[in-house]
């Protein structure tokens, strides 16, 4: 099956500026998260769908990044102005739902950095 | 808040070194743990995973990681590394609310 798609892989944007990203997850999962790596850490979630309602944002920084995922599917990150301190990965991931045991596949990321 | 630990930050091993890589989480309900790797220049991959039953789960490429609930620890083993075993490993909790948690990763080099 395809895996979680992600693009664009890379970004390099000055700050202040706006960015968005892109994802699209396995087919037929309904749940889909979007995570922040900084480097040399690990990934720490932003934000977590369930179909097309939000589960979990409480770490999403609401004053600058937004997300949504109007058809449950696909689902796009927005940081709006971005700050040199965004520079990171993001990843994408997906998983079923409710299945116990489920297990989160992830996108490659999109590296983003803010000059 | 809920956590997860990785104690060893950086790990530099000989090939055919014994591996044990640390992980603690802080959750009192039931809950699911993964280790996952990092090849340099891919992707996040499942090593291994544990949702019930036996608590020594065996994953891919020799790994295997024991769940020890009194302790809330998921330890990360492998017998012999090898050269391709050097990446960044991560260890991860899910709730029963599906949510994730990573711990901030421990970096695995082995020197052939």
């Known amino acids: 099956e395809a895996g979680v798609a992600q693009s664009p892989r890379y970004k390099i944007i000055e700050k202040r500026q706006s960015v968005a990203f892109w994802c699209n997850p396995i087919s037929g999962h309904a749940t889909l998260y979007w995570y922040q790596q900084i480097l040399g850490q690990g990934p720490k979630l932003l934000i977590q769908?369930?179909?097309?309602?939000?589960?979990?944002d409480s770490q999403l920084p609401k004053d600058r990044f937004s997300a949504e995922r109007l058809k449950g599917v696909d689902s796009t990150l927005k940081i709006q102005p971005a700050k040199l301190e965004d520079s990171a990965v993001y990843l994408c991931?997906?998983?079923?739902?409710?299945?116990?045991?489920?297990?989160?596949?992830f996108g490659p990321g999109t590296r983003l950095t803010v000059l | 808040a809920q956590s997860v630990s990785q104690h060893n930050h950086h790990v530099i091993l000989s090939e055919a070194a014994s591996l044990e890589l640390g992980c603690n989480y802080s959750y009192g309900g039931t809950v699911n743990l993964f280790w996952y790797v990092q090849y340099p220049g891919q992707h996040l991959q499942l090593l291994l995973k544990y949702f019930s039953g036996d608590p020594l789960v065996k994953g891919i490429k020799g790994f295997e990681a024991e769940f020890i609930k009194s302790k809330f620890s998921f330890n990360l083993r492998k017998p012999s590394v090898q050269w391709s075993d050097t990446a960044e490993y991560f260890c991860a909790v899910r709730n029963t609310g599906n949510q994730f948690y990573f711990g901030t990763g421990t970096s695995l080099t082995v020197i052939p």
């Open positions: 769908f369930q179909n097309n309602g939000v589960v979990d």
């Open positions: 991931a997906s998983s079923h739902r409710d299945y116990l045991g489920n297990e989160q596949f």
